[in-house]
């Protein structure tokens, strides 16, 4: 049921069986996780999708720009890998929703004349943000980038004329 493997410095590890290099490296940490690009068993490089074997020596072999691959969920075995996998492609996600948002909401409101980034900072934004059910700025820009709302939505409380007082005539007969 378990398989046990060295690291490079000697220490024994201990995975389920299955588990493979991917899982080996978030065991390390995170950062080794996030940044693998590759593996060295028993000093040959060998595929991230490799399982384990009692008394392997492992080695990871990591890259800055390097990151976690959605496909890695089809073959990590660990809790913990699985977890900080799906927790960083959330993140990337929400970055780009964030980025893709911000961008939809300055167009729509340059449209109208008005600077997104200035009004950002004005309470009626916090309304708006409030008024969506969210609780930051940075929830509501994400909500467009993945389609929840519309920049109409967020552009209306900006654009709509304040409600005037009828200045039509007196009915008949007053006056």
Known sequence: EEVYVFTPKGDLLNFPEGAGVIDFAYRVHSEVGHHCAGARVNGRMVPLRTPL?????????TAKNHSP????LKFVKTVK???????????????R???????????????????????SKTEKMGETVAALGLKTLDDLVANVGYGKTTPVQVLRPFTAKPEVESLSPLPPGEG
């Open 97 to 119: 929703s964030i980025s893709l948002g911000r961008e939809m909401l300055d167009k729509a409101f340059r449209k109208e004349k008005l600077n997104f980034t200035t009004l």
């Open 81 to 95: 890998a699985r977890s900080k996998i799906r927790q960083w492609i959330k993140t990337q996600e929400r970055e």
């Open 53 to 61: 074997k009692n008394g392997d020596i492992v080695e990871i072999v």
């Open 69 to 72: 691959s959605k496909d890695w």
